[in-house]
Protein backbone atom coordinates (compact mmCIF):
# COMPACT_ATOMS: atom_id res chain seq x y z
CA UNK A 1 0.00 0.00 0.00
CA UNK A 2 2.94 2.72 0.95
CA UNK A 3 4.34 2.66 -2.57
CA UNK A 4 0.96 3.82 -3.60
CA UNK A 5 1.09 7.20 -1.96
CA UNK A 6 3.30 9.11 -4.13
CA UNK A 7 1.50 8.75 -6.89
CA UNK A 8 -1.75 9.94 -5.47
CA UNK A 9 -1.28 13.51 -5.66
CA UNK A 10 -0.33 13.12 -9.31
CA UNK A 11 -3.57 11.29 -10.37
CA UNK A 12 -5.69 13.65 -8.28
CA UNK A 13 -4.61 16.26 -10.05
CA UNK A 14 -5.28 13.88 -13.56
CA UNK A 15 -9.06 13.66 -12.51
CA UNK A 16 -9.30 17.11 -11.79
CA UNK A 17 -7.40 18.15 -15.33
CA UNK A 18 -9.67 15.80 -17.19
CA UNK A 19 -12.80 17.05 -15.92
CA UNK A 20 -12.97 20.55 -17.27
CA UNK A 21 -12.87 18.06 -20.58
CA UNK A 22 -16.19 16.24 -19.14
CA UNK A 23 -18.19 19.45 -18.61
CA UNK A 24 -21.05 18.07 -20.82
CA UNK A 25 -21.48 14.83 -19.28
CA UNK A 26 -21.88 16.75 -15.85
CA UNK A 27 -24.42 18.66 -17.34
CA UNK A 28 -26.19 15.63 -18.19
CA UNK A 29 -25.62 14.05 -14.97
CA UNK A 30 -27.00 17.16 -12.78
CA UNK A 31 -29.83 17.31 -15.79
CA UNK A 32 -30.91 13.95 -15.12
CA UNK A 33 -31.54 14.52 -11.09
CA UNK A 34 -32.79 17.57 -11.83
CA UNK A 35 -36.30 16.53 -13.49
CA UNK A 36 -36.35 13.28 -11.67
CA UNK A 37 -36.88 16.21 -8.23
CA UNK A 38 -38.81 18.44 -10.49
CA UNK A 39 -41.09 15.64 -11.88
CA UNK A 40 -41.48 14.16 -8.11
CA UNK A 41 -42.08 18.20 -6.84
CA UNK A 42 -43.75 19.63 -9.95
CA UNK A 43 -45.57 17.53 -12.15
CA UNK A 44 -49.15 18.19 -11.02
CA UNK A 45 -48.57 22.07 -11.30
CA UNK A 46 -46.70 22.46 -14.31
CA UNK A 47 -46.58 19.24 -16.07
CA UNK A 48 -44.28 20.43 -18.99
CA UNK A 49 -41.39 21.54 -16.44
CA UNK A 50 -39.24 18.49 -16.98
CA UNK A 51 -39.96 19.01 -21.05
CA UNK A 52 -38.11 22.28 -20.93
CA UNK A 53 -36.10 21.66 -18.53
CA UNK A 54 -34.24 18.74 -21.07
CA UNK A 55 -34.69 20.92 -24.38
CA UNK A 56 -32.70 23.23 -22.15
CA UNK A 57 -29.98 20.76 -21.10
CA UNK A 58 -29.62 19.14 -24.22
CA UNK A 59 -28.87 22.26 -26.16
CA UNK A 60 -26.35 23.39 -23.22
CA UNK A 61 -24.74 20.14 -24.22
CA UNK A 62 -25.18 20.89 -28.02
CA UNK A 63 -23.28 24.27 -27.58
CA UNK A 64 -20.48 22.79 -25.20
CA UNK A 65 -19.91 19.51 -28.09
CA UNK A 66 -19.57 22.43 -30.47
CA UNK A 67 -16.97 24.21 -28.88
CA UNK A 68 -14.86 20.92 -28.55
CA UNK A 69 -14.50 20.60 -32.23
CA UNK A 70 -11.15 20.33 -33.76
CA UNK A 71 -9.79 19.66 -30.69
CA UNK A 72 -6.35 17.82 -30.03
CA UNK A 73 -7.30 13.49 -29.02
CA UNK A 74 -7.15 14.30 -25.04
CA UNK A 75 -6.54 11.38 -22.68
CA UNK A 76 -8.52 11.63 -19.96
CA UNK A 77 -8.85 9.94 -16.46
CA UNK A 78 -5.78 7.99 -16.76
CA UNK A 79 -6.87 6.47 -20.37
CA UNK A 80 -10.20 5.44 -19.41
CA UNK A 81 -11.71 8.28 -21.99
CA UNK A 82 -10.23 9.53 -24.79
CA UNK A 83 -11.81 13.10 -26.10
CA UNK A 84 -10.66 13.21 -29.85
CA UNK A 85 -12.72 14.69 -32.95
CA UNK A 86 -14.56 11.71 -34.24
CA UNK A 87 -15.99 11.39 -30.57
CA UNK A 88 -16.87 15.07 -30.68
CA UNK A 89 -18.90 14.79 -33.99
CA UNK A 90 -20.93 11.69 -32.31
CA UNK A 91 -21.81 13.50 -29.63
CA UNK A 92 -23.22 16.47 -31.76
CA UNK A 93 -25.04 13.50 -33.44
CA UNK A 94 -26.33 12.07 -30.01
CA UNK A 95 -27.57 16.13 -29.49
CA UNK A 96 -29.42 16.04 -32.72
CA UNK A 97 -30.85 12.85 -31.99
CA UNK A 98 -32.68 13.92 -28.49
CA UNK A 99 -33.43 16.92 -29.48
CA UNK A 100 -36.13 15.46 -31.83
CA UNK A 101 -36.70 13.04 -29.95
CA UNK A 102 -37.94 14.89 -27.22
CA UNK A 103 -39.99 16.84 -29.34
CA UNK A 104 -41.75 13.95 -30.61
CA UNK A 105 -42.24 12.17 -27.03
CA UNK A 106 -43.56 16.08 -26.18
CA UNK A 107 -46.59 15.78 -29.01
CA UNK A 108 -47.21 12.14 -29.01
CA UNK A 109 -50.59 11.24 -28.16
CA UNK A 110 -50.52 8.42 -26.52
CA UNK A 111 -47.30 9.15 -24.14
CA UNK A 112 -48.56 12.70 -23.22
CA UNK A 113 -52.27 10.84 -22.89
CA UNK A 114 -50.90 7.74 -20.32
CA UNK A 115 -51.32 8.39 -16.54
CA UNK A 116 -47.94 7.72 -15.50
CA UNK A 117 -47.04 11.20 -17.55
CA UNK A 118 -43.62 11.27 -19.60
CA UNK A 119 -41.22 12.93 -16.70
CA UNK A 120 -39.34 9.83 -16.09
CA UNK A 121 -39.09 9.31 -20.01
CA UNK A 122 -36.96 12.61 -20.23
CA UNK A 123 -34.98 11.33 -17.08
CA UNK A 124 -33.98 8.21 -18.77
CA UNK A 125 -33.65 10.07 -21.79
CA UNK A 126 -30.56 11.45 -20.49
CA UNK A 127 -28.95 8.93 -19.02
CA UNK A 128 -29.15 7.34 -22.16
CA UNK A 129 -27.52 10.34 -23.54
CA UNK A 130 -24.90 10.31 -21.21
CA UNK A 131 -24.37 6.38 -21.42
CA UNK A 132 -24.20 6.85 -25.78
CA UNK A 133 -21.64 9.91 -25.12
CA UNK A 134 -19.19 7.67 -22.70
CA UNK A 135 -19.65 5.02 -25.18
CA UNK A 136 -18.12 6.81 -27.91
CA UNK A 137 -15.48 8.13 -25.90
CA UNK A 138 -14.19 5.40 -23.45
CA UNK A 139 -11.02 3.48 -24.01
CA UNK A 140 -11.05 1.22 -21.88
CA UNK A 141 -13.03 -1.83 -21.30
CA UNK A 142 -14.77 -1.38 -18.13
CA UNK A 143 -15.49 2.02 -19.20
CA UNK A 144 -16.96 0.24 -22.53
CA UNK A 145 -18.93 -2.01 -20.45
CA UNK A 146 -20.58 0.31 -18.20
CA UNK A 147 -21.64 2.70 -20.69
CA UNK A 148 -23.26 0.01 -22.90
CA UNK A 149 -25.00 -1.44 -19.89
CA UNK A 150 -26.00 2.48 -18.70
CA UNK A 151 -27.65 2.40 -22.92
CA UNK A 152 -29.10 -1.24 -22.57
CA UNK A 153 -30.96 -0.54 -19.25
CA UNK A 154 -32.54 2.62 -20.28
CA UNK A 155 -33.56 1.49 -23.15
CA UNK A 156 -34.99 -1.52 -22.21
CA UNK A 157 -37.04 1.10 -19.74
CA UNK A 158 -38.13 3.03 -22.38
CA UNK A 159 -39.44 0.11 -24.57
CA UNK A 160 -41.71 -0.96 -21.41
CA UNK A 161 -42.65 2.29 -20.38
CA UNK A 162 -45.91 2.45 -20.62
CA UNK A 163 -46.98 -1.20 -22.11
CA UNK A 164 -50.26 -0.25 -22.62
CA UNK A 165 -51.16 -3.20 -24.21
CA UNK A 166 -49.98 -6.98 -24.88
CA UNK A 167 -47.93 -5.91 -27.87
CA UNK A 168 -45.54 -3.16 -25.90
CA UNK A 169 -45.11 -5.69 -22.71
CA UNK A 170 -44.18 -8.29 -25.22
CA UNK A 171 -41.56 -6.02 -27.21
CA UNK A 172 -39.64 -4.96 -23.53
CA UNK A 173 -39.67 -8.69 -22.98
CA UNK A 174 -38.16 -9.92 -26.02
CA UNK A 175 -35.74 -6.50 -26.41
CA UNK A 176 -34.68 -7.24 -22.31
CA UNK A 177 -33.82 -10.86 -22.73
CA UNK A 178 -32.09 -10.73 -26.06
CA UNK A 179 -30.47 -7.77 -24.93
CA UNK A 180 -29.19 -9.28 -21.76
CA UNK A 181 -27.82 -12.55 -23.59
CA UNK A 182 -25.97 -10.33 -26.10
CA UNK A 183 -24.47 -8.63 -23.12
CA UNK A 184 -24.03 -11.41 -21.09
CA UNK A 185 -21.80 -13.14 -23.95
CA UNK A 186 -19.88 -9.82 -24.52
CA UNK A 187 -18.96 -9.70 -20.93
CA UNK A 188 -17.65 -13.18 -21.17
CA UNK A 189 -15.29 -12.47 -24.07
CA UNK A 190 -14.28 -9.07 -22.29
CA UNK A 191 -12.80 -11.36 -19.88
CA UNK A 192 -11.09 -13.74 -21.85
CA UNK A 193 -9.84 -10.51 -23.57
CA UNK A 194 -8.67 -9.36 -20.02
CA UNK A 195 -7.22 -12.56 -19.31
CA UNK A 196 -4.93 -12.98 -22.30
CA UNK A 197 -3.81 -9.40 -22.41
CA UNK A 198 -3.86 -8.59 -18.42
CA UNK A 199 -5.20 -5.32 -19.33
CA UNK A 200 -8.45 -3.29 -19.92
CA UNK A 201 -6.91 -0.60 -21.64
CA UNK A 202 -7.67 -0.34 -25.71
CA UNK A 203 -4.91 0.87 -26.99
CA UNK A 204 -2.39 0.08 -24.23
CA UNK A 205 1.09 -1.08 -25.24
CA UNK A 206 0.68 -4.40 -23.29
CA UNK A 207 -3.23 -5.10 -24.53
CA UNK A 208 -2.06 -4.41 -28.16
CA UNK A 209 1.47 -7.00 -27.53
CA UNK A 210 -0.92 -9.46 -25.54
CA UNK A 211 -2.75 -9.78 -28.33
CA UNK A 212 -0.39 -10.17 -30.84
CA UNK A 213 1.39 -12.82 -29.06
CA UNK A 214 -2.34 -14.60 -28.82
CA UNK A 215 -3.01 -17.98 -31.56
CA UNK A 216 -5.56 -17.33 -34.28
CA UNK A 217 -8.23 -19.38 -32.14
CA UNK A 218 -8.33 -17.88 -29.11
CA UNK A 219 -7.94 -14.24 -30.35
CA UNK A 220 -11.21 -14.77 -32.81
CA UNK A 221 -12.99 -16.25 -30.33
CA UNK A 222 -12.97 -13.70 -27.76
CA UNK A 223 -13.33 -10.66 -30.52
CA UNK A 224 -16.42 -12.37 -31.56
CA UNK A 225 -17.95 -12.93 -28.18
CA UNK A 226 -17.14 -9.04 -28.21
CA UNK A 227 -18.42 -8.30 -31.38
CA UNK A 228 -22.32 -10.36 -30.62
CA UNK A 229 -22.24 -7.34 -28.10
CA UNK A 230 -21.86 -4.44 -30.52
CA UNK A 231 -23.53 -6.69 -33.46
CA UNK A 232 -26.82 -6.47 -30.98
CA UNK A 233 -26.60 -2.43 -30.33
CA UNK A 234 -26.12 -1.90 -34.31
CA UNK A 235 -28.75 -4.67 -35.26
CA UNK A 236 -26.43 -6.24 -38.22
CA UNK A 237 -26.76 -9.35 -39.65
CA UNK A 238 -26.35 -12.15 -37.36
CA UNK A 239 -28.35 -10.52 -34.14
CA UNK A 240 -30.79 -8.92 -36.66
CA UNK A 241 -33.99 -11.08 -35.41
CA UNK A 242 -34.92 -8.94 -32.60
CA UNK A 243 -35.57 -5.71 -34.38
CA UNK A 244 -38.69 -6.43 -36.16
CA UNK A 245 -40.30 -7.71 -33.41
CA UNK A 246 -38.95 -4.52 -30.83
CA UNK A 247 -39.47 -1.96 -33.41
CA UNK A 248 -42.80 -2.75 -34.64
CA UNK A 249 -44.49 -2.69 -30.67
CA UNK A 250 -42.76 0.11 -28.81
CA UNK A 251 -44.22 3.27 -29.20
CA UNK A 252 -43.16 5.32 -31.94
CA UNK A 253 -40.95 7.99 -30.47
CA UNK A 254 -39.15 4.90 -28.66
CA UNK A 255 -38.54 3.19 -32.07
CA UNK A 256 -37.13 6.28 -33.64
CA UNK A 257 -34.43 6.47 -31.42
CA UNK A 258 -33.77 3.02 -30.79
CA UNK A 259 -33.12 3.22 -34.75
CA UNK A 260 -30.84 5.81 -34.17
CA UNK A 261 -29.40 6.87 -30.78
CA UNK A 262 -27.80 3.53 -29.75
CA UNK A 263 -27.14 1.83 -33.34
CA UNK A 264 -24.41 5.23 -34.33
CA UNK A 265 -23.19 4.71 -30.88
CA UNK A 266 -22.21 0.95 -31.55
CA UNK A 267 -20.87 2.38 -34.91
CA UNK A 268 -18.45 4.08 -32.82
CA UNK A 269 -17.56 0.97 -30.30
CA UNK A 270 -17.01 -0.95 -33.49
CA UNK A 271 -14.57 1.82 -35.08
CA UNK A 272 -12.79 1.33 -31.38
CA UNK A 273 -12.39 -2.06 -31.95
CA UNK A 274 -11.56 -1.75 -36.22
CA UNK A 275 -8.67 0.47 -35.43
CA UNK A 276 -7.32 -1.80 -32.24
CA UNK A 277 -7.49 -4.80 -35.23
CA UNK A 278 -5.10 -2.25 -37.13
CA UNK A 279 -2.87 -1.66 -34.22
CA UNK A 280 -2.43 -5.41 -34.01
CA UNK A 281 -1.34 -6.00 -37.60
CA UNK A 282 -4.43 -8.64 -38.36
CA UNK A 283 -4.10 -8.52 -42.56
CA UNK A 284 -6.60 -5.88 -43.17
CA UNK A 285 -7.95 -7.98 -45.99
CA UNK A 286 -9.45 -10.82 -43.42
CA UNK A 287 -10.85 -7.88 -41.47
CA UNK A 288 -12.40 -6.57 -44.52
CA UNK A 289 -13.86 -9.58 -45.93
CA UNK A 290 -16.17 -10.21 -42.87
CA UNK A 291 -16.82 -6.55 -42.82
CA UNK A 292 -18.30 -6.66 -46.22
CA UNK A 293 -20.00 -10.48 -45.56
CA UNK A 294 -22.21 -8.70 -42.65
CA UNK A 295 -22.89 -5.68 -44.86
CA UNK A 296 -24.14 -7.62 -47.79
CA UNK A 297 -26.01 -10.12 -45.52
CA UNK A 298 -27.39 -7.13 -43.76
CA UNK A 299 -28.35 -5.14 -47.19
CA UNK A 300 -30.06 -8.38 -48.61
CA UNK A 301 -31.85 -9.31 -45.21
CA UNK A 302 -32.92 -6.28 -44.54
CA UNK A 303 -34.06 -4.77 -48.08
CA UNK A 304 -36.25 -7.67 -49.27
CA UNK A 305 -37.64 -8.72 -46.17
CA UNK A 306 -38.92 -5.48 -45.96
CA UNK A 307 -40.82 -5.93 -49.22
CA UNK A 308 -43.24 -8.79 -48.03
CA UNK A 309 -44.17 -6.50 -44.94
CA UNK A 310 -47.60 -4.56 -44.50
CA UNK A 311 -47.19 -2.78 -41.08
CA UNK A 312 -45.52 0.48 -42.05
CA UNK A 313 -43.31 0.45 -38.58
CA UNK A 314 -42.02 -3.34 -39.29
CA UNK A 315 -41.15 -2.29 -42.70
CA UNK A 316 -39.11 0.27 -41.65
CA UNK A 317 -37.73 -1.89 -39.35
CA UNK A 318 -36.43 -3.87 -41.44
CA UNK A 319 -35.20 -1.40 -44.02
CA UNK A 320 -33.25 0.27 -41.14
CA UNK A 321 -31.36 -3.29 -41.21
CA UNK A 322 -30.89 -2.21 -44.50
CA UNK A 323 -29.38 1.10 -43.76
CA UNK A 324 -26.94 0.13 -41.69
CA UNK A 325 -25.00 -2.64 -43.38
CA UNK A 326 -24.98 0.25 -46.05
CA UNK A 327 -23.64 2.32 -42.92
CA UNK A 328 -20.73 -1.03 -43.33
CA UNK A 329 -19.45 0.20 -45.90
CA UNK A 330 -18.36 3.43 -45.11
CA UNK A 331 -16.02 1.93 -42.68
CA UNK A 332 -13.88 0.70 -45.27
CA UNK A 333 -11.48 3.57 -45.33
CA UNK A 334 -8.34 4.14 -46.21
CA UNK A 335 -5.96 4.26 -43.14
CA UNK A 336 -5.03 8.16 -42.34
CA UNK A 337 -8.18 8.97 -43.73
CA UNK A 338 -11.47 10.13 -41.35
CA UNK A 339 -14.78 8.37 -40.66
CA UNK A 340 -16.19 11.50 -42.93
CA UNK A 341 -18.52 9.64 -45.20
CA UNK A 342 -19.63 7.45 -42.11
CA UNK A 343 -20.48 10.35 -39.48
CA UNK A 344 -22.18 12.43 -43.46
CA UNK A 345 -24.47 9.46 -43.98
CA UNK A 346 -25.50 9.31 -39.76
CA UNK A 347 -26.40 12.97 -40.31
CA UNK A 348 -28.91 12.26 -42.84
CA UNK A 349 -29.97 9.25 -41.63
CA UNK A 350 -30.85 10.61 -38.14
CA UNK A 351 -32.95 13.54 -39.91
CA UNK A 352 -35.10 11.32 -42.37
CA UNK A 353 -35.80 7.61 -40.03
CA UNK A 354 -36.74 10.27 -37.30
CA UNK A 355 -38.90 12.60 -40.09
CA UNK A 356 -40.23 9.05 -41.04
CA UNK A 357 -41.24 7.90 -37.96
CA UNK A 358 -42.65 11.00 -36.87
CA UNK A 359 -44.84 10.97 -39.85
CA UNK A 360 -45.95 7.48 -39.36
CA UNK A 361 -47.30 8.07 -35.47
CA UNK A 362 -48.88 11.51 -36.81
CA UNK A 363 -50.83 9.28 -39.50
CA UNK A 364 -51.47 6.94 -36.86
CA UNK A 365 -52.50 9.70 -33.83
CA UNK A 366 -55.32 10.87 -36.95
CA UNK A 367 -56.34 8.21 -38.61
CA UNK A 368 -55.24 5.11 -36.71
CA UNK A 369 -53.88 3.36 -39.45
CA UNK A 370 -50.84 1.37 -38.87
CA UNK A 371 -50.61 -0.98 -42.02
CA UNK A 372 -49.82 0.19 -45.61
CA UNK A 373 -53.13 -1.17 -47.72
CA UNK A 374 -54.57 0.88 -45.36
CA UNK A 375 -53.24 3.81 -46.86
CA UNK A 376 -55.12 4.85 -49.38
CA UNK A 377 -56.60 8.10 -50.50
CA UNK A 378 -54.44 9.94 -47.09
CA UNK A 379 -52.69 11.95 -49.87
CA UNK A 380 -55.61 13.94 -50.05
CA UNK A 381 -56.74 14.06 -47.17
CA UNK A 382 -53.55 14.49 -45.40
CA UNK A 383 -51.63 16.68 -48.18
CA UNK A 384 -49.18 18.36 -46.29
CA UNK A 385 -48.04 15.61 -44.51
CA UNK A 386 -48.29 12.95 -47.22
CA UNK A 387 -45.88 14.97 -49.46
CA UNK A 388 -43.12 15.47 -46.45
CA UNK A 389 -43.74 12.06 -46.40
CA UNK A 390 -42.60 11.38 -49.83
CA UNK A 391 -40.03 13.61 -49.71
CA UNK A 392 -38.55 11.37 -46.55
CA UNK A 393 -39.07 8.16 -49.09
CA UNK A 394 -37.15 9.50 -51.71
CA UNK A 395 -34.24 10.43 -49.13
CA UNK A 396 -34.40 6.96 -47.54
CA UNK A 397 -34.58 5.56 -50.86
CA UNK A 398 -31.26 7.74 -51.74
CA UNK A 399 -32.32 9.93 -54.75
CA UNK A 400 -31.98 13.24 -56.00
CA UNK A 401 -33.37 16.30 -55.23
CA UNK A 402 -32.63 15.15 -51.45
CA UNK A 403 -29.95 15.00 -48.95
CA UNK A 404 -30.01 10.89 -49.21
CA UNK A 405 -28.91 11.01 -52.72
CA UNK A 406 -25.70 12.88 -51.20
CA UNK A 407 -25.10 10.45 -48.61
CA UNK A 408 -25.33 7.50 -50.27
CA UNK A 409 -23.09 8.94 -53.06
CA UNK A 410 -20.48 9.62 -50.29
CA UNK A 411 -20.63 5.85 -49.30
CA UNK A 412 -20.16 4.51 -52.93
CA UNK A 413 -17.51 6.65 -53.27
CA UNK A 414 -15.64 5.54 -50.41
CA UNK A 415 -16.34 2.35 -50.76
CA UNK A 416 -15.09 2.69 -54.59
CA UNK A 417 -11.24 4.02 -53.44
CA UNK A 418 -11.28 1.11 -50.87
CA UNK A 419 -11.73 -1.40 -54.07
CA UNK A 420 -9.38 0.70 -56.10
CA UNK A 421 -6.59 0.37 -53.48
CA UNK A 422 -7.31 -3.45 -52.38
CA UNK A 423 -8.42 -5.18 -55.41
CA UNK A 424 -10.89 -7.29 -53.11
CA UNK A 425 -13.82 -8.77 -54.83
CA UNK A 426 -15.47 -9.09 -51.85
CA UNK A 427 -15.56 -5.15 -51.97
CA UNK A 428 -16.68 -4.81 -55.45
CA UNK A 429 -19.52 -7.69 -54.25
CA UNK A 430 -20.50 -5.49 -51.92
CA UNK A 431 -20.69 -2.58 -54.24
CA UNK A 432 -23.02 -4.16 -56.59
CA UNK A 433 -25.26 -5.77 -54.08
CA UNK A 434 -25.71 -1.47 -52.06
CA UNK A 435 -26.59 -0.40 -55.51
CA UNK A 436 -29.29 -3.52 -56.25
CA UNK A 437 -30.72 -3.09 -52.65
CA UNK A 438 -31.02 0.69 -53.25
CA UNK A 439 -32.94 -0.33 -56.46
CA UNK A 440 -34.88 -2.90 -54.22
CA UNK A 441 -36.00 -0.33 -51.65
CA UNK A 442 -37.57 1.59 -54.30
CA UNK A 443 -40.51 -1.09 -54.54
CA UNK A 444 -41.06 -0.89 -51.11
CA UNK A 445 -41.25 2.81 -49.92
CA UNK A 446 -43.01 4.03 -52.81
CA UNK A 447 -46.05 1.30 -52.03
CA UNK A 448 -46.74 3.93 -49.73
CA UNK A 449 -46.99 7.31 -52.11
CA UNK A 450 -48.57 4.73 -54.36
CA UNK A 451 -51.63 3.91 -51.35
CA UNK A 452 -52.04 6.80 -50.75
CA UNK A 453 -52.32 8.89 -54.27
CA UNK A 454 -53.14 6.71 -57.02
CA UNK A 455 -55.72 4.40 -55.11
CA UNK A 456 -58.51 6.01 -53.80
CA UNK A 457 -60.47 5.54 -50.03
CA UNK A 458 -62.96 3.45 -49.72
CA UNK A 459 -63.94 4.89 -46.17
CA UNK A 460 -65.80 8.54 -44.77
CA UNK A 461 -63.12 11.26 -44.71
CA UNK A 462 -61.19 12.24 -42.32
CA UNK A 463 -60.89 15.77 -40.58
CA UNK A 464 -57.12 16.51 -41.29
CA UNK A 465 -55.80 18.60 -38.73
CA UNK A 466 -52.13 20.33 -38.71
CA UNK A 467 -50.45 19.30 -35.52
CA UNK A 468 -46.95 20.15 -34.25
CA UNK A 469 -45.67 16.97 -35.91
CA UNK A 470 -46.51 18.16 -38.99
CA UNK A 471 -44.35 21.30 -38.99
CA UNK A 472 -41.71 19.20 -37.03
CA UNK A 473 -41.46 16.82 -39.76
CA UNK A 474 -42.27 18.97 -42.60
CA UNK A 475 -39.20 21.05 -41.19
CA UNK A 476 -36.99 17.93 -41.17
CA UNK A 477 -37.71 17.21 -44.85
CA UNK A 478 -36.87 20.97 -45.62
CA UNK A 479 -33.65 20.35 -44.09
CA UNK A 480 -33.31 17.30 -46.66
CA UNK A 481 -33.93 19.19 -49.78
CA UNK A 482 -31.54 22.13 -48.33
CA UNK A 483 -28.91 19.51 -47.36
CA UNK A 484 -28.27 18.62 -50.86
CA UNK A 485 -27.69 22.44 -51.87
CA UNK A 486 -25.42 22.60 -49.16
CA UNK A 487 -23.79 19.79 -48.35
CA UNK A 488 -21.22 22.03 -47.28
CA UNK A 489 -23.55 22.71 -43.77
CA UNK A 490 -22.35 19.83 -42.06
CA UNK A 491 -19.33 18.90 -44.11
CA UNK A 492 -17.13 22.19 -42.37
CA UNK A 493 -17.49 20.34 -38.86
CA UNK A 494 -16.46 16.82 -40.31
CA UNK B 1 -3.12 -23.31 -4.50
CA UNK B 2 -5.85 -23.95 -6.73
CA UNK B 3 -4.19 -23.68 -10.45
CA UNK B 4 -6.26 -21.20 -13.08
CA UNK B 5 -7.20 -23.35 -14.82
CA UNK B 6 -9.67 -24.94 -12.34
CA UNK B 7 -11.40 -21.64 -12.31
CA UNK B 8 -11.88 -21.06 -16.13
CA UNK B 9 -12.81 -24.36 -16.85
CA UNK B 10 -15.55 -23.81 -14.26
CA UNK B 11 -16.40 -20.46 -15.83
CA UNK B 12 -16.37 -22.19 -19.29
CA UNK B 13 -18.85 -24.71 -17.80
CA UNK B 14 -21.31 -22.33 -16.17
CA UNK B 15 -20.82 -20.34 -19.30
CA UNK B 16 -22.25 -23.20 -21.31
CA UNK B 17 -24.78 -24.53 -18.37
CA UNK B 18 -26.11 -20.65 -18.55
CA UNK B 19 -26.35 -20.52 -22.48
CA UNK B 20 -27.78 -23.64 -22.74
CA UNK B 21 -30.76 -22.59 -20.00
CA UNK B 22 -31.57 -19.21 -22.19
CA UNK B 23 -32.02 -21.29 -25.11
CA UNK B 24 -34.11 -24.34 -23.71
CA UNK B 25 -36.15 -22.74 -20.87
CA UNK B 26 -39.85 -22.25 -21.25
CA UNK B 27 -40.06 -19.33 -18.68
CA UNK B 28 -38.54 -16.03 -18.81
CA UNK B 29 -37.61 -16.41 -15.20
CA UNK B 30 -35.95 -19.99 -15.80
CA UNK B 31 -33.99 -17.62 -19.27
CA UNK B 32 -32.99 -14.87 -16.53
CA UNK B 33 -31.35 -17.46 -14.63
CA UNK B 34 -29.49 -18.37 -17.30
CA UNK B 35 -28.33 -15.21 -18.16
CA UNK B 36 -27.17 -14.44 -14.51
CA UNK B 37 -24.88 -17.85 -15.01
CA UNK B 38 -23.30 -16.14 -17.79
CA UNK B 39 -22.40 -12.96 -16.18
CA UNK B 40 -21.13 -14.92 -12.87
CA UNK B 41 -19.16 -16.99 -15.44
CA UNK B 42 -17.67 -14.14 -16.74
CA UNK B 43 -16.93 -12.35 -13.14
CA UNK B 44 -15.14 -15.49 -11.96
CA UNK B 45 -12.99 -15.14 -14.87
CA UNK B 46 -12.72 -11.69 -14.03
CA UNK B 47 -11.24 -12.35 -10.30
CA UNK B 48 -9.49 -15.21 -11.45
CA UNK B 49 -7.46 -13.19 -13.65
CA UNK B 50 -7.01 -10.35 -11.70
CA UNK B 51 -5.46 -12.21 -9.17
CA UNK B 52 -2.42 -12.16 -11.50
CA UNK B 53 -2.66 -7.99 -12.42
CA UNK B 54 -1.80 -7.26 -8.84
CA UNK B 55 -0.93 -3.10 -9.85
CA UNK B 56 -4.14 -2.06 -10.76
CA UNK B 57 -6.46 -4.68 -9.73
CA UNK B 58 -8.94 -4.29 -12.57
CA UNK B 59 -10.18 -7.58 -12.59
CA UNK B 60 -11.53 -7.03 -8.84
CA UNK B 61 -12.79 -4.01 -9.74
CA UNK B 62 -14.65 -5.21 -13.11
CA UNK B 63 -16.07 -7.96 -11.27
CA UNK B 64 -17.76 -5.34 -8.55
CA UNK B 65 -19.00 -3.22 -11.38
CA UNK B 66 -20.07 -6.27 -13.35
CA UNK B 67 -22.38 -7.80 -10.12
CA UNK B 68 -24.11 -4.26 -9.65
CA UNK B 69 -24.87 -4.22 -13.46
CA UNK B 70 -26.27 -7.54 -13.22
CA UNK B 71 -28.20 -6.52 -10.42
CA UNK B 72 -30.02 -3.79 -12.13
CA UNK B 73 -30.43 -5.47 -15.36
CA UNK B 74 -32.42 -8.44 -13.15
CA UNK B 75 -34.22 -5.92 -11.35
CA UNK B 76 -35.70 -4.04 -15.29
CA UNK B 77 -36.11 -7.42 -16.60
CA UNK B 78 -38.02 -8.80 -13.71
CA UNK B 79 -40.57 -5.90 -13.76
CA UNK B 80 -40.70 -5.97 -17.53
CA UNK B 81 -41.83 -9.90 -17.47
CA UNK B 82 -44.35 -8.88 -14.32
CA UNK B 83 -45.89 -6.39 -17.10
CA UNK B 84 -46.04 -9.37 -19.44
CA UNK B 85 -47.91 -11.58 -16.75
CA UNK B 86 -50.19 -9.05 -16.09
CA UNK B 87 -51.57 -9.32 -20.22
CA UNK B 88 -50.85 -12.86 -21.29
CA UNK B 89 -51.13 -14.71 -18.32
CA UNK B 90 -47.91 -16.56 -18.71
CA UNK B 91 -44.65 -15.81 -19.12
CA UNK B 92 -43.22 -18.52 -21.71
CA UNK B 93 -41.48 -16.61 -23.89
CA UNK B 94 -42.49 -19.11 -26.74
CA UNK B 95 -46.26 -18.50 -26.60
CA UNK B 96 -45.80 -14.82 -26.73
CA UNK B 97 -45.77 -13.87 -30.24
CA UNK B 98 -48.76 -11.70 -30.77
CA UNK B 99 -45.91 -9.37 -32.84
CA UNK B 100 -46.11 -10.20 -36.57
CA UNK B 101 -46.95 -9.05 -40.11
Redesign the interface.
Known amino acids: MVEFIPFISSSINDTLASLAYLESEIVLVAGFLLVIIIDLFFSKKLPQMSFGLSMAIVLIVLTQNFTLLNLNPQVLFGGMIVLDHLSVLFKILFCLVSLIFLLFIRFNKSLQEHGKGTGDLYAILLAVHLGMNLMVMSSN??ML??SI?MV??GS??MV?YI?K???Q??????Y??FG??A???M??G???L??FT???YLQGPSFIAGLQNLPQLPLVLSLTLVFVGIAFKLSAFPLHFWV??VY??APSPVTAFLSTGPKIAGFAVLIKFLILLQAIGIASNAIFTVLAMIAILSMVLGNFAAI????SK?MLAYSSIGHTGFMFMALFVLPGQGYKALIFYMFIYVIMNMAAFLILDEIEDQTAKQNIDEYSGLGKQLSILMICFVIVLVSLTGLPPTAGFTAKFFVFSTALDAYNSSGSSVILIMIIVAALSTLISLFYYFKIPLNAYLRESTDTEIKASISPKTYLSAFLAFLLLLLIVFPSLIEQFL | MIPLSHF?II?ACL?SI?LYA?LTKKN?IQ??IG?EF??N???L??V??GK??KI?G??Q??AL??IV?AA??VA??L???L??Y???KTID?SK????R?
Open positions: LLFLESLYLGSDSKSEASLKVLSVSAILYISLYGGSLPDQGWQNNR | LGFGVAVLIMIAAINFAFYDNGGMFFALAGVAAIINVKHFPIDNLN
